[in-house]
C-alpha cells in the first residue's frame, strides 16, 4: 500500500515577486468544461494545496480515502500540502497560482481573485463534473450555493457543511427575565438585562476579527438579502446606503449596550469560547464545528443542563426568512484544468464517492444529504437537534464578507469594525471611511 504523505510545500523567495497581474495575464489552453478525458489511468503523485487543520476530520478523512484508492492503484500517492493559517495560506495560493504553479487540487474560496482564475479557464467546471459523476443530486443544495460565483457558476467542491447558531444559557436568561431576542434589535436591551445579572452578554473571538465581521453581515442579509454584498464588492453599491448604514448603527448600539467583553479586541478563539462554557458569558455565537466541545459531555457539567441555542433572528420587515442564515461549506476545494487527466478524473470520482460515508462517521456535518451524521455516544440532546436543524435551512444563506471582498478593503472593514464596536467612531464616520477605501479599491 502506498503511504500517504502530509508535508508542507516550500514556495521559492522569488515567486514573492510575482503579482495578481501575472496571473491574469497569461490564459489557459485546458478545456475546463471538459470533465471526462480520454486517455489511460496512469498513477502517480498528485497533489492537494490545503488550507485545513492537519489533525482536522476533512484531511483525516481524506488521507484514509487516498490510501484505499493507492491500494488499488499502485504508484499513486496523494500530497498534502498544508498551510492552516490562513493570511499565509493565501500569500502562497496567490503567489503559485500567479506562477502558474498551482497543483492538481488547491483550496479557495468563491473570492474576486477565484473568479479570475475560472475566467481564464484555469479550474475545471465542478457542476458538470459533479454531474458526470453521477453525484449532483446528493449535495446539499446550501452546500454549493456557498461555494458558487455571483453568476451562479461552480468551480469548488465542498467538504464540509456547518450551521451558525448563537449559543446561550438559558438559567442566566431566565434569571434576567428575558425571552429569546426575536429581532436583531432586541440585542441591545438583552445585553443590558444580562450586564444586570454580572455577566457578559456575548462572548467574542475579537482577535481573529471575522467573528464580529460575522455581526456586520447579519443586517444587511435581513435587510437587504444576500445581493447587498455583492453589489457592494462590484462597487454597484456602497457602504452608506440604507442596508449598511443600518448595520453600522446596529453594530454601534451594541457596543454602546455593552454586548461584548471588556477588550474583546485582544481575547481570543479559545478565551472566548471558556467565557461562555464557563458561564461567565451568556451568549456564544459559533457553528456546529463545536458540537463536540458543546453538545457532548465535554462541556463543563455545572451549565450543560442549561445550554441551549437559537438561530439567527429576523427583523420588522425583513426580507430573508427565519431558516435563512449563516450555513457555511467551508472553503472549498478547486480541481486545475491544466493538470486535470484520466488519473485525477478517477480518483476524484473514487473519493468524492467515499467522503460522506467516512467524513459523517466522525459526527461531523457532510456536504451531502445521501449519509446520516454519527451521533457520538456522549452527545447531548442538542448534538441531536443542531443535526436535525441543518436538514432545514432555507434557500439563501450569508456569505461571510470576508471571503467576498477583495484583500484591502477586507482588512480595513475588520479594523474600523472594531473601532464601531468600541465606540471610537461614530456610524457615519465608519460608512464614509469604508466607502472611500471601496472606492479605491474596487476592481483590483
Known sequence: MSKITTRTA????????????????????????????????????????LSRPADGGVITAMEEIADEYAAEHPGFSLNLITTP????????????????QLPELFDTDATP???????KGQMVDVDLLLEDLGLADDYREAALTYQRFDDGSLY????????????????????????????????????EALSAQGVTPIALDGQDLWPLERYWAYYPFRMAGPEYVQQVKN??????????????????????????????????????????????????NIGTWELANLATDSL???????????TLP??????????????????????????????????????LERYPEVYAATGAL???????????????????????????????????????????TNTRLQQELTLLVQGDITPDEFVETMDATLAENVGD
Open 10 to 49: 516550500f514556495v521559492a523567495a522569488s515567486l514573492l515577486t510575482l503579482g495578481l497581474a501575472g496571473c491574469s495575464s497569461a490564459t489557459s489552453d485546458a478545456d475546463p468544461t471538459n470533465v471526462n478525458p480520454e486517455g489511460e489511468i496512469e498513477a502517480r503523485e498528485i497533489s492537494w494545496l
Open 85 to 100: 493559517d490562513r493570511p499565509s495560506y493565501i500569500q502562497k495560493y496567490e503567489t503559485l497560482a500567479a506562477a502558474n
Open 113 to 119: 481573485f477565484a473568479q479570475k482564475l475560472a475566467d
Open 156 to 191: 469548488m467542491v465542498p467538504f464540509e457543511f456547518q450551521i451558525e447558531m448563537f449559543w446561550y444559557n438559558s438559567a442566566v436568561f431566565d434569571a434576567a427575565g428575558i425571552d429569546v431576542p426575536a429581532s436583531l434589535d432586541d440585542f441591545p436591551a438583552m445585553c
Open 235 to 284: 462597487g454597484e453599491a456602497t457602504f452608506s446606503d440604507p442596508a449598511g448604514l443600518a448595520s453600522a448603527e446596529w453594530l454601534y448600539s451594541l457596543g454602546q449596550a455593552g454586548c461584548f467583553q471588556e477588550g474583546f479586541s485582544s481575547t481570543g478563539y479559545a478565551d472566548a469560547q471558556a467565557l461562555f462554557t464557563s458561564g461567565k458569558a451568556a451568549v456564544y
Open 300 to 310: 463543563d457539567e455545572a451549565v450543560r443542563a442549561d445550554v441551549d441555542y437559537f
Open 314 to 351: 429576523v427583523i420588522d420587515g425583513s426580507v430573508t426568512e427565519a431558516d435563512e442564515y449563516v450555513a457555511p461549506s467551508g472553503i472549498g476545494m478547486a480541481v486545475n484544468a491544466e493538470t486535470y487527466d484520466p488519473l485525477v478524473r478517477d480518483f476524484l470520482a473514487y473519493a
Open 366 to 408: 457532510s456536504p451531502t444529504s445521501s449519509v446520516e451524521t454519527t451521533i457520538p455516544d456522549n452527545a447531548t440532546d442538542l448534538y441531536s437537534k443542531a443535526v436535525d436543524q441543518a436538514d432545514e435551512v432555507g434557500e439563501e444563506t450569508i456569505m461571510p464578507w470576508d471571503t467576498q471582498l477583495d484583500a484591502a
